[in-house]
């Protein structure tokens, strides 16, 4: 392993300690600034535009999806919220939205694989005759003598 692999690794490290340690503590800032209700009312206006970005704009880098998701809170709350506030609540809900795909693909993972295949073995028509309750022949009862 290189150093600058090594290197890229720690920074991207860095950099999810940092937003897994920020988000909250900005949320709480946030929480405070407006209500409860508007709060989680934005956080879900949030969530909805950030997998609405993900789902049109899959292919974009994650500039341009941030300034679409943006455009589209804005869009969505009107401008009722301030664009730090709405900085903060994207960033919550594609932390959140990253953590729900994680956890689902490490779900994916852990089903575990079946290594025999489930089918019908092949028999002939012959075999299958033969085996039939239908195919044997009637055999005569005991009459009482």
Request: glycine share 4%; aromatic share 4%.
């Amino acid at each position: 392993m290189n150093t600058n692999t090594l290197l890229v690794q720690v920074l991207q490290y860095v950099i999810e300690l940092g937003i897994g340690v920020l988000v909250p503590v900005l949320v709480k800032f946030v929480m405070s600034k407006i209500g409860t209700e508007q709060l989680l009312q934005a956080k879900s206006y949030a969530a909805v535009a950030v997998a609405a970005v993900e789902q049109t704009m899959s292919s974009a880098d994650g500039q341009a999806k941030k300034t679409a998701a943006v455009k589209k809170l804005s869009d969505l709350t009107k401008g009722a919220l301030k664009p730090e506030d709405i900085d903060h609540l994207i960033e919550d809900a594609v932390f959140t939205l990253s953590k729900q795909i994680g956890h689902t693909v490490q779900q994916y993972q852990d089903v575990p694989t079946v290594k025999s295949k489930i089918g019908f073995t092949n028999k002939s028509a012959d075999q299958t005759a033969s085996a039939s309750p239908m195919a044997t022949e009637a055999v005569p009862s005991k009459q009482p003598a």
